[in-house]
Structure formats: C-alpha cells, structure tokens
C-alpha cells in the first residue's frame, strides 16, 4: 500500500513538473512571438520613414472627416486623390464595409507606399446597438457590464468597417450643467477609473489584431469637465493636486489597461491650452506613465490655439501642438498644410515629425493592417453582427441595471400587471430618438424601444390611455395639459414621463438651470391635483433639481437615456419583473446655485451647521444635495452592522480587511451596491470627509444575510503632500460602509510609522 501510494505521489509529482515546464515553455513561446511581432513592426516602421517623402509624413499625420451630403461629391473625389497622393492617413465619421473596403483599396493598391488607411468614428455608448448613455450605465457601478457593452460596441463597428473610436470619456464631472456630464462616470475618480478601465478592455479585446476590436481613446486629456460655469469649451483652472487627485486618475488607470490612444481637450489649464500642454502631454502622460500610443488633436483643436491667443498663425498652431505631443491632427490639416515650410525652415525638427509618424504607423502594425488591411472588411459580419439578438439581450440586461429608484412611498411600485386603466403622460414616452440619447452611433430611430411600447408590451392596450401633455420637452405649450388630465383622473395610476430630450445634453449642450425645461413642472402639478398615484419617470442627461417632486410625488425613477432597449427595461422594472439597483454616479443638487456640488468635498475651517450662523452654508436652502453621490432605493430594505477592521494597527505599506454584515431585511430579492469609503482625519494637507475606495454590486435573496470583504492597501491611503510626494501618513484613519454615501456605519484603525 504504501509503494502504491509513492507511485501515486511520484506520479502527481511528475505531472506537476511536466504542467509547469510546458506552462513555462507556452509563456517563453508567447514572450518570443512578442519580441518577433515588436522587432518586425519596427522594421516596418524604419522601412517606411526612410522612403516617405515629407509630404507624405506629414499625411500620416493628418486626418479628415468623410462628408456624405448629395452636394458633395466634389470634395469626397479630392479626398479620394489625396489618399492616392499619401496626404491622408486617417477618416472620421465613415463606415460600412462597401465605403471603407473602396478608400483603403485606394490607399494600399494605389498610393506610393500602401500604407493603409485607419477609419475612426465616436462609438461613445454603442454603434448600432445603443447602450445606456454612459453617465447612466455608471449608475449600475457595474465594470464588468461597461466592459460587455464596449466588447458589444467594438464587434458591430468593427464588423462596419472601423478600426477606432473616439471613446471612453473619462472626464470627472462636477458640474451638471456642463453638457458632456452625459458621456462620463460622474464626479469621482475611483468608480470613473474602474468605468474607465473596463471600457477599454472592452473595445480594445485580448488581441488588438482581432477582427472585432476597436483601437481606445482615452478623453479629453485634460480636466476638460472642469470648465467654468459649465460651458463647454471653457477655461479649466484648477490646482496641480486637484489635477492629479481628481481629474488624471482615470486617465492613469486607462492607460495601465493599455489604451492605444489619447485625445487631447479644448480646454486651458493654468494658461496653457491642452493642445500645446506639453509638459502634461509628453511629460506627464508619455514621460512619468511611459505611455507608447498616440495622440489625436480634437475638432479643430489645433487650428483653436489660434483663439486661445498662444499662436498668431495656422503655422504657429501647427508647430505648438506637434511639439507638445499631438500626433494626429484631426481636420484642421494644419500639419498637412502648414508644417513642410516650417519644417525646411527649421521651426519643426524633422526628428518630431518622425517620432509622431512612427506611432501612427505602430498604431496601424498593432490593428493588424500591415498584414491584412481589409480584415475589418466583410460583408458577412456586417449583416450578421448588427442588432444581434444577444446585444439587444445585453442591452436590456444593463439597461434596467442602469435604473436608480429615487423615492418610492406607500410601496407605489411596482405596478400590478393586472391593473385596468394606466395613463402614460409625456410626449418623451413615445419619442424613439431620445431613447437613443446624444451620441448614439449608427443606432436608429426605428430600433429603439420607447417607453410607451414597453408599456404595451406588458400589459394589454386597451388597459392604456396615452396623452403627450407637452409637446416637447421645451416647449411653453399648454394646449395638451386638459388632455393629461382627464386621463389621468379617469386613471388607477399615471406613468409621467418628465425630462430633457436627447439633445439637451452632449457636447455643447450646457444648461443654466437644472430644472425641468418647458412647461414640465405646471404638467406635474396638474396631473398630481387628480389625486392619483403617479409614478415619474425621468428621462434625462444630467442631474435635475427636482424638489417639486420630490415633495409631492409619491415614486420617481432615474432612467436617463437607456438606448434601444430603453422602453423593455423601464417596463421590467415598473411592473416588478426587476427591482432596481442602481446607484447615482453623480450628486443631484436641490438647486443650481449649489454647484459644484460634490461628496468629496474638503471639510473648511467652518463646516456648515445649521444652527450656527457663521458656517459654510446658506441662507435660503439646504446645503446638502436633494440625493446623494452613491443613492439609490429598493423594492427591498438592507441593512448594514458588525463592520470589522483586522488589524486595527497596520504600518503604512500594510493592509488592511474590511468586513461588514449586509442583510437584505425585506421580501423581494434584490441586488444592493456595497460601498467602501475612506477618511484620512489629520493630513500634512487636507484631505476630503470622503473617499471612494471600493464597491460591490451584489444579490441577495429575500431576508439573506452576507458577510461582505474588502482590502485595503498604501494605494488607497496615499496622496499627494505639500512637496507633490504621493506619500502614506501614520495617523487614524475612518473607514465608512454603506448603501450611499451619506447613510454609513464606520469604524477606526491606525496606520503607525515603522
């Protein structure tokens, strides 16, 4: 027995070791087939620079958007020459497999050197299949969900013909009135780095040589969601540790994940437009991250050094930008046109230039179309891939996790199916379009699911009444409001559909109030003197102030723009077949004049109290937010107990496990976000009363209990000193636990010197 036992282990033992050596022998196969594939694609790269001519550098450099009006035949033919003649090597805003097979045809069978063409277009939430608007599916702080819709995403451009999207948007967001806020996290960087990180694996797959991958960018680099006043386009002026302890950390994070690429932003920091931002750009971002991808200018953003005041001439602007690292110039054919002069003049080093091509054309290597530049081209793939039922499966799976319950008494929700007379009030409803939501890719009307139809897809229509009440989300006309009414008061309950149509957030879309726009608010007020219950739903980009609402609606759902599967998700979840989970990404104020308004906030020397005059507070309103960074209700209850720290004393490379008791103390499964913040109470310089540290969105069935577990390390206790060290200070730390960010348990631990 026992030499049969030896034999066994003599046994195991050899296939541990012959497990180890072919592991081993895999990984030294794959580290190999790296430096091959690295040192061919600098021999391309070296081939090709020591046969281009200057012109045709300088076209690498240089990218136009693809015009498609019936007037434009023209300048789509003078296109097509300058790819033959090298004076282009990359598109915006074309795709299909037919138009993009055509030009790169051109480009490798005609041009001097057939280097292929890259095709780039804004895949920001999804191309024909949308998604919800990323600010909304930061709301279900779930990575792994951002990461399945950017795969999504990156499969049907990639079957269309494009190689390359201008996403993700990884600007912190701390003023709703800035239009953008839609395409963002919101306004923390933990969970806007975790969002950012997962989105690019998504695009970008395990093999950037794939067929279904989209080379990443990583934007606005940077701080581009600090402008003043919210306009879009303004002055960011904010402090280096603000720079680096808010706005670069998802851009760090991306980077780490791998991003191909980075799009410089329209705005200044400290005097210095982004476009020219050299020491952040080549310093920061190439320098201190050791990032290898390229640079892309935005819109026009070159030739806007000019505004900005920092250079007299297109030249100028050209030479600026080159230098400080922004490789491709999108439109502004600056580089194009402006640049061989300078270059023969000695303004530009010819030895910049070259550094720039090189990424462009490592760029191209890496997307594999130096080996197959028509391998995003099939026919196939296009008509098979768009729309596939698995997306449109995805897409309301992530759609109704996107949800936020913010209020919801006397148990309003859900609605009973079996209910006989539902009206369903707002022209947003039924409006296809603003499903979609601002930037929606090659995404149709005509595929989007609207509220309206969700809701017949339910129950049955003869069970529905339907009145716009308003005629758009805008509009000062009260003509429908009579309409509304009496269907609402015939009614068992009223679904009111309120918010912002599509347009009202994106880029350039900024607001100066946060209130329902039009007549919205006096349609509210009417429909709620019927005495019926009403259920709000809001649709919408941005935080809203919705106080009148809050006070008197009894239920109210945060549904942003969810995309094509918008109406199905918001029926699963009105009518119980979902209970929502979702957790706000952002703060919403109760009124405009409070922004910025955000949870991380720095205490002050006079934190605001209420029966105290002289404190940080005002005169009229609340300081505290309507609902808080991290909120969201239930059709269940949780509750939160026994968090354990272990050990209670650690040294400042240690770490530390958080422990914490969640129960789901109602009758309805559910899932709950839990979230982990940090407060380091005394710093060499002050910190915030808050910091996102970590989360989990986890089930839990009706009345389970859960032990739930985190770990901290010097990562999360770390930050930037009066010198700009990021440092670990000993001193006590308070580690908060809890379904937002307002309503915690905490406990305390030490971190001590060595």
Same mark, same amino acid.
């Given at each position: 027995m026992r030499i049969l036992d030896t034999c066994k282990s003599v046994a195991l033992i050899f296939i541990l070791l012959m497990f180890l050596r072919i592991s081993a022998q895999a990984q030294s196969q794959q580290s190999s087939n790296?430096?091959?594939?690295?040192?061919?694609?600098?021999?391309?790269?070296d081939s090709l620079l020591a046969k281009m001519t200057l012109q045709e550098k300088l076209g690498q450099l240089n990218q136009f958007r693809w015009v498609y009006g019936e007037n434009e035949e023209k300048i789509r033919e003078q296109y097509r020459a300058f790819v033959k003649e090298g004076k282009i090597g990359s598109f915006l805003g074309i795709f299909g497999v037919e138009k993009t097979r055509e030009l790169q045809r051109i480009a490798v069978e005609e041009s001097r050197l057939a280097i292929p063409l890259l095709f780039a277009f804004d895949v920001i939430h999804g191309?024909?299949?949308?998604f919800p608007v990323p600010l909304g599916e930061a709301a279900s702080w779930e990575p792994a969900d951002a990461e399945k819709s950017a795969r999504i995403a990156a499969i049907e451009a990639a079957a269309s013909g494009l190689h390359w999207t201008y996403a993700p948007m990884l600007d912190i967001a701390r003023d709703p009135r800035w239009g953008r806020?839609?395409?963002?996290?919101?306004?923390?960087?933990?969970?806007?780095?975790?969002m950012a990180a997962a989105r690019v694996r998504g695009f970008q797959g395990a093999d950037l040589t794939a067929e279904n991958t989209l080379l990443a960018c990583a934007k606005h680099f940077v701080a581009y969601g600090a402008a003043e006043g919210g306009r879009d386009y303004n002055t960011a002026d904010i402090s280096e540790r603000t720079l680096r302890e808010i706005f670069l950390p998802p851009f760090k994070a991306a980077s780490d994940a791998g991003v191909a690429t980075v799009m410089a932003a329209f705005n200044e920091i400290a005097g210095i437009p982004m476009h020219a931002h050299g020491q952040l750009i080549n310093g920061v971002l190439r320098d201190e991250w050791n990032f290898p991808g390229l640079v892309v200018s935005d819109f026009t953003g070159i030739l806007e050094l000019q505004n900005h005041g920092v250079a007299g001439t297109r030249a100028d602007a050209g030479i600026l930008a080159l230098k400080a690292g922004v490789d491709i110039d999108m439109v502004s054919s600056s580089y194009l046109e402006d640049l061989p002069e300078a270059v023969r003049q000695g303004k530009m080093p010819m030895s910049v230039v070259d550094a720039a091509v090189a990424r462009v054309l490592r760029l191209k290597f890496q997307a594999g179309l130096f080996d197959d530049p028509f391998r995003y081209q099939n026919d196939e793939r296009e008509q098979n891939l768009l729309l596939h039922k698995n997306h449109l499966q995805a897409a309301r799976e992530i759609a109704r996790k996107s949800i936020v319950l913010l209020k919801n008494e006397n148990q309003t929700l859900p609605l009973a199916k079996s209910i006989k007379?539902?009206? $369903?009030?707002?022209? +947003?409803? &039924?409006?296809?379009?603003a499903a979609l939501g601002s930037w929606h890719g090659a995404g149709r009307d005509e595929d989007a699911v609207t509220v309206l139809r969700g809701i017949r897809e339910v129950i049955p229509e003869e069970n529905i009444s339907f009145a716009n009440g308003y005629e758009n989300p805008e509009s000062l006309d009260k003509s429908g409001f009579a309409e509304a009414v009496a269907l609402a008061a015939k009614s068992e309950a009223v679904v009111l559909v309120l918010g912002e149509h599509g347009g009202m957030s994106g880029e350039a879309s900024n607001r100066s109030s946060l209130e329902l726009p039009g007549v919205q608010n006096q349609l509210a007020?009417?429909?709620?003197?019927?005495?019926?219950? $009403?259920?709000?739903? +809001?649709? &919408?980009?941005?935080?809203?102030?919705?106080?009148?609402?809050?006070?008197?609606?009894p239920a109210i759902l945060e549904t942003w723009f969810l995309g094509t599967e918008m109406g199905h998700a918001v029926a699963d979840v009105l009518f119980g077949d979902y209970n929502p989970g979702g957790k706000l990404p952002i703060t919403f104020p109760r009124s405009v004049g409070q922004i910025p308004l955000y949870y991380n906030h720095k205490n002050t020397g006079r934190p605001p109290l209420k029966e105290v005059l002289?404190?940080?507070k005002y005169i009229d309103i609340d300081w505290t937010?309507?609902?808080?960074?991290?909120?969201?209700?239930?059709?269940?209850?949780?509750?939160?107990s026994n968090i354990v720290l272990n050990p209670k004393n650690i040294s400042p490379s240690g770490t530390l496990d958080v422990r914490v008791t969640v129960t789901n103390t109602g009758k309805v499964d559910g899932d709950e976000v839990v979230q982990l913040y940090i407060?380091?109470?005394?710093?060499s310089v002050t910190r915030p009363v808050k910091q996102l540290r970590n989360f989990k969105r986890l089930f839990f069935k009706a009345g389970e209990t859960k032990t739930v577990s985190f770990e901290l390390d010097a990562s999360d206790f770390s930050f930037y000193n009066a010198a700009m060290k990021k440092v670990v200070e000993p001193g006590y730390f308070t580690v908060f636990v809890g379904g937002n960010s307002q309503d915690v348990i905490e406990a305390r631990f030490e971190i001590r010197a060595h």
């Open positions: 790296e430096i091959f594939a690295a040192m061919r694609m600098e021999s391309i790269v191309f024909r299949t949308i806020v839609v395409e963002g996290a919101g306004e923390d960087p933990y969970l806007g780095s975790q007379n539902l009206a $369903v009030i707002g022209a +947003l409803a &039924n409006d296809n379009r007020a009417a429909i709620h003197k019927t005495g019926k219950p $009403v259920v709000v739903v +809001l649709m &919408n980009g941005r935080p809203l102030s919705i106080n009148w609402l809050d006070q008197n609606m002289w404190t940080s937010p309507l609902y808080p960074f991290g909120f969201g209700l239930s059709y269940t209850t949780f509750a939160y407060r380091d109470e005394v710093g």
